[in-house]
């Protein structure tokens, strides 16, 4: 029988179509996510997430907005106006709170009940994703965000022997780097850093019952005590021993300062290990590590979570599904945690591969009498914005500290 060549073009052409749909390829699940991570530590760990994500068959669309409060702003905002990306990245907190009571967000009930989250998620984060028995966020790591840096570069040339172990050493040491002409204190100057600096004051200075007190309680009385009027002194004490540089400049910019050997201390959350790692420092080698002074020193729990924004659409509301799974695997979690400087949220993953800072937090994180949420799990983010107002005006102006424990007060009243 004889064919025109036309005839053969349309019956291939008729005979791809008719192939199953099992033997087309299934598209990969595209998931648009914002977040902070820009820097480049935080770029290298963002990675690892779309690495995992696209491994099991998803595509993940990278929307990365330097600084947090902007990234969220953009989140919300597109959330509100009907045109959401599939996740957007939170922090382990009430930041978003308003939007779960709103409607705002898909839950993944399902992911977390399948792999079991409530079997190894500490108890501070599940009280920050579970809202009303419902998950609505997918924890991605744990953070302390207040540990203490050291430049063992500094600190040789300052002629210091030891890290500190309490804060009279560390101002001791201090001191002496100022007398070796050196920047003492590497900070940013911005208003969330200022926090992070008083966070760990009340901390390791005041002790776990004050901090409890003044964050969980917002007790008035302790607020305006003795005691705390002392952490207030020893936080401004330490701005003292910032440069003239220091106001607005950025945590990482910060972090160079003791990785090049100009700074002898920052204290920072221990992705500042991100930005380490990036200039091949090594910990216990090129920098010193602690997250708190003393045996018992509280561990401080923060981290990010990526919420999932309200959404009908079946594709979206599948890459949501794997995201969430993807990002809490044992897997994924250690190879974030590498890269970002975090530790895993997951207690039954092997961390042999992380570093010594990593694995003393670890450890710290087996002993839950030690564990203390961050600040702002316990008060509002109106409240926490107040004390951050507060604590900014203090640190760069001469402000009576009996006034600053009346305006704490004041902020954070309930």
Not at 108 to 136: C, M, S
Not at 195 to 204: C, E, S
Not at 283 to 300: R, V
Not at 381 to 409: C, F, H, M
Request: aromatic share 10%; net charge positive.
């Amino acid at each position: 029988m004889k064919f025109h060549r036309h005839t053969l073009v349309v019956a291939a052409a008729l005979a791809a179509t008719a192939l199953p749909a099992a033997a087309q390829p299934a598209a990969p699940l595209k998931a648009e996510v914002i977040h902070w991570w820009t820097s480049g530590g935080e770029s290298a760990a963002a990675k690892t997430l779309a690495e995992a994500y696209k491994a099991q068959g998803g595509q993940w669309v990278d929307t990365a907005i330097a600084l947090g409060e902007q990234a969220r702003s953009v989140a919300i905002n597109r959330i509100a106006g009907g045109n959401p990306p599939t996740a957007a990245q939170f922090n382990t907190t009430q930041q978003f709170r308003d939007i779960v009571d709103q409607g705002l967000l898909n839950n993944v009930d399902d992911v977390a009940k399948r792999d079991g989250w409530d079997k190894f998620l500490p108890e501070t984060v599940l009280q920050a994703i579970r809202v009303n028995g419902h998950y609505y966020a997918a924890p991605v790591n744990i953070h302390n965000m207040s540990w203490f840096w050291f430049s063992k570069a500094a600190f040789k040339k300052a002629g210091i022997a030891e890290e500190p172990k309490s804060f009279d050493e560390l101002f001791a040491a201090l001191d002496k780097l100022k007398a070796a002409g050196l920047v003492p204190l590497a900070h940013g100057g911005q208003p969330w850093q200022d926090g992070i600096v008083f966070t760990a004051t009340l901390a390791h200075y005041g002790g776990r019952d004050l901090y409890l007190k003044v964050f969980r309680d917002r007790d008035p009385k302790a607020i305006l005590g003795e005691d705390f009027k002392k952490v207030l002194l020893a936080y401004k004490k330490l701005q003292s021993y910032t440069d003239k540089g220091s106001p607005g400049r950025n945590w990482n910019d910060a972090t160079a300062m003791l990785i090049n050997g100009r700074a002898g201390v920052q204290i920072m959350g221990d992705w500042a290990k991100g930005e380490f790692a990036q200039a091949r420092q090594e910990a216990g080698k090129d920098y010193g590590c602690s997250y708190g002074f003393g045996p018992n020193a509280p561990y401080i729990i923060q981290g990010d979570v990526m919420v999932f924004p309200k959404t009908n659409k079946p594709d979206q509301v599948k890459a949501q599904q794997l995201l969430a799974s993807v990002i809490t695997q044992p897997a994924t979690q250690v190879a974030f945690s590498q890269k970002k400087g975090s530790i895993p949220i997951r207690t039954d993953v092997d961390v042999s591969k992380l570093d010594v800072c990593a694995q003393m937090g670890v450890a710290a994180m087996k002993d839950k009498a030690r564990q203390l949420g961050n600040g702002e799990i316990y008060i509002t983010p109106d409240q926490n914005g107040a004390l951050q107002d507060v604590l900014t005006s203090y640190w760069n102006r001469n402000i009576p500290v009996e006034k600053v424990q009346k305006d704490i007060a004041a902020a954070l009243r309930n």
